[in-house]
């Protein structure tokens, strides 16, 4: 939630492997909502739970391929806006939740801070409207912390009884001013096709396996094969050891694919930097001093420029490397914006200071711009 994108760059920020859906502000800078869910889902957006307006900003989907339909409704409330009418939007999508039986995850940040139970009346009023149709939070220590203050503002609502077969918790990073938050359905991820393991077999061709191969070949006693006479059946023989010998001292393990960075430039050095750094972040929390502070945004500060004048070094070096490749060129400044290309086409688009959809305008108006492009350039 309070994603900040627009409609140039809600493309850009979708994970490999994922598709994302998002609500994002036509008319002006911030909030945003976006779900972003593994390609091998099949779901079907919920537009009665995805909202955009002043006091609500939602977008929602419920998952098919599960054994179970799942609804997931990303929110969030901007600060300061009226409640009421936050709880009205939220009455309805929680009673067609309740007429339909569905499981249902309600997520973000609704800037309501449940630690504030007792004593604020909109929060109880707020928690006690999540209660009442069974939805209860998983999330309850504070989200959003500072020297001055803690609130728990973020959260996964969810109305499953069976709480026994959830995980949920904090991860304490500093990605954003927010921790983020998470929760898991084991028995969703026990008895769903759609959470493959990505795993990979291989062999692992060390210098210690080849020798041994390799020794292993020279003491081989190979008798049986150069006495049969026949030439296919001789070769067959002959590759049936040799196959088995390699298998023995190159045998197939299994995998399981972790995270690589697309980041060609972040060095295993770099990387142990930014998890010190992520330590001493958790250290600052837990012993808010001023000192850890100090310690810890100094550290950040540095290894910041450090990361910037990395990357800023490697696609330089790349860019001279290829200076002469324009299509190589090319593929970097893709790779540096994260692009990818998505079928998707603008609907619209502003000619002479006017917004306009006539398909038969845009297209003389592009070949316009293309025909008049060489001769303005030569004048």
């Given amino acids: 939630s309070e994603t900040w994108l627009s409609e140039h760059n809600s493309d850009l920020l979708c994970l490999p492997g994922c598709v994302m859906e998002s609500r994002i502000r036509g008319d002006r800078a911030g909030g945003g909502v976006s779900l972003i869910l593994r390609d091998s889902l099949r779901y079907k957006v919920r537009d009665d739970f995805s909202k955009s307006s002043d006091c609500i900003e939602s977008v929602s989907v419920e998952i ?20 009421d009418s936050f709880s009205d939007s939220l ?13 249902a995850y309600i997520l973000g940040d609704f800037n309501l801070d449940l630690t504030k139970y007792d004593n604020h009346l909109p ?3 707020f928690y006690d409207l999540m209660y009442s149709f069974s939805f209860l939070p998983v999330i309850t220590k504070p989200t959003r912390v500072t020297a001055s203050s803690s609130t728990l503002i973020d959260n996964i609502f969810m109305n499953d009884p069976d709480i026994s077969q959830h995980s949920s918790g904090i991860m304490y990073t500093d990605i954003s001013d927010h921790f983020p938050v998470f929760a898991l359905n084991h028995s969703v991820l026990k008895s769903s096709n759609s959470y493959p393991r990505s795993e990979r ?4 061709y060390s210098d210690s396996n080849i020798r041994k191969f390799t020794d292993a070949l020279r003491v081989y006693n190979w008798a049986t094969v150069l006495s049969i006479e026949n030439t296919q059946e001789a070769y067959t023989a002959f590759h049936n050891a040799l196959l088995g010998l390699h298998n023995h001292h190159f045998p197939l393990k299994k995998s399981t694919s972790r995270y690589q960075s697309r980041k060609p430039w972040l060095t295993e050095g770099l990387r142990n930097s930014i998890k010190l750094k992520n330590q001493l972040y958790i250290r600052y929390h837990k012993f808010p001093t001023d000192e850890n502070n100090a310690i810890y945004r100094n550290y950040k500060r540095q290894l910041n420029n450090l990361l910037k004048a990395t990357e800023r ?8 490397a290829n200076q002469t490749n324009l299509k190589k060129s090319w593929d970097l400044i893709r790779e540096i914006l994260n692009h990818k290309q998505t079928s998707s086409f603008p609907k619209s688009f502003r000619i002479d200071d006017q917004l306009t959809t006539d398909s038969d305008l845009i297209c003389n108006k592009f070949n316009e711009q293309y025909i008049n492009t060489g001769p303005g350039l030569a004048e």
Avoid: C, N, Q
């Fill in 313 to 320: 070094a490697h696609y330089d070096e790349m860019f001279r």
């Fill in 91 to 103: 009455t309805e999508f929680l009673s067609i939740i309740k007429r339909e039986k569905k499981l």
């Fill in 201 to 204: 077999t291989f062999r692992l």
């Fill in 123 to 125: 929060t109880s009023e």
């Fill in 64 to 83: 098919t391929s599960l054994d179970r339909r799942v609804i997931v409704v990303a929110v969030y409330r901007p600060p300061g806006t009226d409640i």
